[in-house]
């Protein structure tokens, strides 16, 4: 069972409070919910990992970092699940979240002349600040669309999670019941 994998390689909160550099914020990192494997704080994680991987610019884990901690979700999942945005998906999802708003704020038709900026990995800044202007270029449209898309994407993740899961348990205990029957037969 991955849980159990993973279990073993997560930080506990004492690992936390012991360590150098987080040691300072313990406090806040202390809610079992932040570390546990249960399914509704990786159900929370994954959906805040997806909200949060919109969000523009190189923000998406600091904000799953934030958002998780009163949320009382898996911060790890929550921050590895922000990975699905990379620079090969972040236009395309946000050419789908332009087109969503639009449809949801009933914008024109046809194609809209935007800015364009190019990625310049040695300036990484400066190509970061290109894309917000490359955003602010799209308008509200946009903005609508990120929003939407990140609370379409969290809530079918989040329901996807629990179905999942639901699933995998359901599997567990029919499995156990067959080693059962099959040890009950024997005697």
């Known amino acids: 069972m991955p849980r159990k994998y993973f279990r073993r390689h997560l930080p506990t909160a004492a690992s936390i409070s012991e360590h150098r550099w987080l040691g300072r914020f313990a406090p806040f990192l202390q809610h079992p919910n932040l570390w546990h494997l249960n399914r509704h704080s990786v159900a929370g994680g994954v959906a805040l990992g997806l909200f949060a991987g919109l969000v523009p610019g190189p923000l998406q884990m600091l904000t799953a970092l934030l ?3 009163p949320l009382h979700v898996n911060l790890p999942v929550a921050l590895l699940t ?3 945005t990379n620079p090969l998906t972040i236009v395309p999802l946000y050419l789908l979240a332009y087109e969503y ?9 046809g194609v809209v002349e935007v800015t364009t900026f190019e990625m310049d990995w040695l300036h990484l800044w400066d190509s970061t600040i290109a894309l917000f202007h490359w955003c ?5 449209p946009l903005g609508v ?3 939407a898309l990140g609370l379409s994407l969290a809530a079918i993740g989040y329901f996807g999670v629990l179905l ?11 499995s156990r019941c067959r080693e059962r029957s099959k040890r009950g037969a024997k005697r």
């Open 82 to 84: 922000t990975l699905y």
């Open 164 to 174: 999942a899961w639901r699933i995998q348990v359901s599997l567990a205990w029919r």
């Open 67 to 69: 958002l998780s901690i």
């Open 145 to 147: 669309g990120l929003v």
């Open 136 to 140: 602010l270029s799209l308008g509200k």
């Open 101 to 109: 708003g639009r449809l949801l704020i009933g914008g024109q038709s």
